[in-house]
C-alpha cells in the first residue's frame, strides 16, 4: 500500500509512520518528490486495514497498490525514474543511445568501435564478454580479458560500458568492470540473479524474455526493486511469435505501454527485434516516436566477419545516419539525444 503524507508534514512524522510500517512487519520503500512524500508499505499487506495508518499524524491518505508489480507501478511513483550514468541521466528529455558489438573479440576490435560509436554520438558502449548461445560450442566470449578491453576503450573514449551479466558467480567480476549490468532475455526470470542484482546499486538493463508478457517483465524489475537497487532500465527486443520473415517480432506497442505502467526508463533493442541490418535504422526511427528512452543497437566495424550476430550489425556509417535520423525524430518529439562531447547540463533526479 501507499502511505501519502500531507505536503507540510515534517521528517518526524514521516519517520514515525516508517516505524509503524516496520512494527506490521512490512517493508518501507521512500519515495519523496518536490510536493509529495509516499511512503511504500511493500509486502503482505491485504490482512492490514489501511486506517492503521491513516490517523497518523501527518498522512494525507493511504492507498492500496492494485498492481502486482508494486515499486515499479506508477501509482507508487508517478513521475518518470531519472538516475545519472556517467555524465548524463538515463529517463529525462535527453535519449541515450548505446551502441557497439554483440562480442568483444580482441583489443583492437573493441577500441575502434567504441571509438566509432562515439564519435557517430553514442552515449555508452554496449560488448559481450559472457555469451548465452544456443550452441554449446558457438564462441561464449572472453570473459574477464573482454572486460580488461571494454575498460581499455572506456578510458580512450570515457563511455561508459553495458555488459550481460549471465550468473551470480559474474557479479563481484562485473560490478568491477562496468556501469551498467545487463539481464538478458534467457535471464529475465533468474530470480536468483535478479535478488542479487537487487543488493548492489549498478544500474541495470533488464531485457524482456523472448515469450514474456508485459507483466511478466515488471515482476522482474520488482525483484531488482525490491532488493534496493532503484536503477533499473527496461528493454524491449522483440518477442517470438509465428512471424518467420524477422529474426523477432518487435512489439512497439510495449513503449507506449510500458511508459503509461511504470516509471522506469524503456529502452529499444533494434538489432535484436529485427535480426537484419535492413530494419534496424527504420524500427530504431519507430522506437523514438512512440516515447523510448533510449535504444541499444549493434555495431560492428566488419559484420561479415563478426564471431556472432554479424547479420544484424550495422557498420559505424551506416549507424552514425541512423543517429541522425533519430535526433531528428527526438527534436520532434521535444527531446534530444544525450550529448558526450560539450558540456553537460544535469537534469533533476526522479528518486531521493
Known sequence: MMIIMKANSTPQQVEHVIEHVKAAGLSVHLSQGIEQTIIGAIGETHNIPADRFEGLDGVEIVQRITQPFKLASRQFHPENSIFPLDGFNIGG??????????????????????????????????GG????????YAFQGLGEEGLEYLAEARAQTGLPIVA??????????????????QVGARNMQNFNLLRAIGETQTPVLLKRGLSATIEELLMSAEYILAGGNRQVMLCERGIRTFETSTRNTTDI??????????????????????????????????????????LIVEVHPDPAHAVSDGKQSLRPERFAEMVKQVGQIAQVMGRRLVSVRGEYQPLKQGWA
Not at 551502441?99 to 552515449?123: F, L, M
Not at 564478454?129 to 554449446?136: A, C, I, L, M
Not at 550481460?164 to 549490468?181: H, P
Open 93 to 126: 528529455e535527453e535519449i541515450a543511445v548505446i551502441a557497439g558489438p554483440c562480442s568483444v573479440e580482441s583489443r583492437s576490435q573493441i577500441v575502434e568501435t567504441a571509438v566509432a560509436v562515439k564519435e557517430a554520438g553514442a552515449s555508452a558502449l554496449r
Open 129 to 136: 564478454v559472457f555469451k548465452p548461445r544456443t550452441s554449446p
Open 253 to 294: 506497442n510495449a513503449i507506449p505501454v510500458l511508459k503509461n505502467l511504470t516509471h522506469l526508463p524503456v529502452i529499444l533493442d533494434p538489432s535484436h527485434s529485427t535480426g537484419h541490418v535492413d530494419y534496424v535504422a527504420a524500427v530504431a526511427r519507430a522506437a523514438i516516436a512512440a516515447g523510448a528512452d533510449g
Open 164 to 181: 550481460e551479466i549471465m550468473s551470480q558467480t559474474q557479479l563481484d567480476l562485473m560490478v568491477k568492470y562496468v556501469d551498467v549490468l
